[in-house]
């Protein structure tokens, strides 16, 4: 069998102007975007955000991940570290007496699906969990477009990891 050299082949390629108007991007992490059909929803993975609290409110900052893990075990510190390449640099960390953990169970879009409970270092996840830590501290000035949050267990091994998402 052979293929007359006029035959021409041309793949169907969305303009991208039609995939705008098909797409949406929920998320971004530093060069890489995510997209989805518009209308969907997707929970951003292993992503963290930071959030402070109005003027006089306590705790004064609470930081979130959003984490996809099958059975993490022994979670004894949340790390705050700046990523330069292949270089990770420790910033500050929270042990059990730094601040309040939550982890609310969440489903395929990243919405609640039941109350965020409150566990005590060290603790445990599983599955699709958003992590909440409430503390007073964090690095003042500090900026978070080059920083991953780590988790770590009681032997000081990384077992989860999150940056923040644009």
Same mark, same amino acid.
């Given at each position: +069998?052979?293929?007359?050299?006029?035959?021409?082949?041309?793949?169907?390629?969305?303009?991208?102007?039609?995939?705008?108007?098909?797409?949406?991007?929920?998320?971004?992490?530093?060069?890489?975007?995510?997209?989805?059909?518009?209308?969907?929803?997707?929970?951003?993975?292993?992503?963290?955000?930071?959030?402070?609290?109005?003027?006089?409110?306590?705790?004064?900052?609470? =930081?979130?991940?959003?984490?996809?893990?099958? +059975?993490?075990?022994?979670?004894?510190?949340?790390?705050?570290?700046?990523?330069?390449?292949?270089?990770?640099?420790?910033?500050?960390?929270?042990?059990?007496?730094?601040?309040?953990?939550?982890?609310?169970?969440?489903?395929?879009?990243?919405?609640?699906?039941?109350?965020?409970?409150?566990?005590?270092?060290?603790?445990?996840?599983?599955? =699709?969990?958003?992590?909440? =830590?409430?503390?007073?501290?964090?690095?003042?000035?500090?900026?978070?477009?080059?920083?991953?949050?780590?988790?770590?267990?009681?032997?000081?091994?990384?077992?989860?990891?999150?940056?923040?998402?644009?």
């Amino acid at each position: +069998m052979s293929i007359s050299s006029n035959t021409k082949l041309r793949p169907r390629l969305r303009s991208k102007s039609g995939c705008r108007r098909t797409t949406s991007r929920p998320s971004r992490l530093k060069n890489y975007e995510f997209w989805v059909r518009k209308g969907r929803h997707i929970a951003a993975i292993n992503t963290a955000d930071l959030r402070e609290a109005s003027s006089g409110g306590a705790p004064r900052y609470q =930081l979130s991940l959003i984490l996809a893990e099958s +059975m993490l075990r022994d979670i004894a510190s949340v790390e705050l570290a700046r990523f330069d390449g292949d270089l990770s640099t420790t910033i500050t960390s929270w042990t059990k007496g730094d601040g309040q953990v939550f982890i609310t169970l969440l489903n395929s879009t990243g919405a609640d699906i039941g109350p965020p409970q409150s566990v005590v270092f060290p603790f445990q996840v599983n599955g =699709l969990v958003r992590v909440a =830590l409430r503390t007073d501290r964090f690095p003042r000035g500090f900026q978070v477009d080059h920083a991953v949050v780590y988790l770590r267990d009681s032997s000081g091994k990384r077992i989860a990891e999150a940056r923040f998402a644009q």
